[in-house]
Antibody
Framework: QVQLQESGPGLVKPSETLSLTCTVS????????WIWVRQPAGKSLEWIGR???????NYNPSLKSRVTMSVDTSKNQFSLKLSSVTAADAAVYYC???????????????WGQGTLVTVAS | DIQMTQSPSSLSASVGDRVTITCQAS??????LNWYQQKPGKAPKLLIY???NLQTGVPSRFSGSGFGTDFTLTISSLQPEDIATYYC?????????FGQGTKLQI
């Protein structure tokens, strides 16, 4: 059973960089896309970006200038950095796996439990 | 970005009811449409992928249909454990986008 676990500071100061790591257990990080999604309190889900196990990335244009994703296959981990945070970046941040089968990619099938990030001085 | 619009935003139903949630994509997205269920304080759960394929372990009372711009999630007989917020999501084009959610209440 694949499990994902987010980790990182729950409190980030305005203008600083949010850093989160997602650790994958019960399966390999290789040959999958891994994604980050966030959800402000009481609001819908926002896709932040994706990273392939080789390190190839795609980011949401709305955040592209501030987002960096990386992967460490030796640790079965991938990470998110979001710079210059403001109150608008406060949310629950989720990591998830974008699964695929013989027909192609199809859905975010395994998710972390989510981690709440507050932006405050 | 592809805009995903769900209706209704909230819905009150009774146990045993047939419940339908719609999702409209603009522009159209072919078959690349998923549905997720999210219970309070929990991560979303993949219910249906590629419009109508049930994820492993999801009860058969859930079904999906549609193509192009108009999609539907149906619960054939509502159960108490189905109380949640439901989101549609497209992955036809980057950035992937979600609907605003439909909160289902009893």
């Amino acid at each position: 059973q694949v499990q994902l676990q987010e980790s990182g500071p729950g409190l980030v100061k305005p203008s600083e960089t949010l850093s989160l790591t997602c650790t994958v257990s019960g399966g390999s990080i290789n040959n999958f896309y891994w994604i980050w999604v966030r959800q402000p309190a009481g609001k819908s889900l926002e896709w932040i970006g994706r990273i392939y196990s080789t390190g190839s990335t795609n980011y949401n244009p709305s955040l592209k200038s501030r987002v960096t994703m990386s992967v460490d296959t030796s640790k079965n981990q991938f990470s998110l950095k979001l710079s210059s945070v403001t109150a608008a970046d406060a949310a629950v941040y989720y990591c998830a796996r974008f699964n695929h089968d013989s027909s192609g990619y199809y859905g975010f099938d395994y998710w972390g439990q989510g981690t709440l990030v507050t932006v405050a001085s | 970005d592809i805009q995903m619009t769900q209706s209704p935003s909230s819905l009150s139903a009774s146990v045993g009811d047939r419940v339908t949630i719609t999702c409209q994509a603009s522009p159209g997205i072919n078959k690349y449409l998923n549905w997720y269920q999210q219970k309070p304080g929990k991560a979303p759960k993949l219910l249906i992928y590629d419009v109508s394929n049930l994820q492993t372990g999801v009860p058969s009372r859930f079904s999906g249909s549609g193509f192009g711009t108009d999609f539907t999630l149906t619960i054939s007989s509502l159960q108490p454990e189905d109380i949640a917020t439901y989101y549609c999501q497209q992955y036809d084009n980057l950035p992937y986008t979600f609907g605003q959610g439909t909160k289902l209440q009893i």
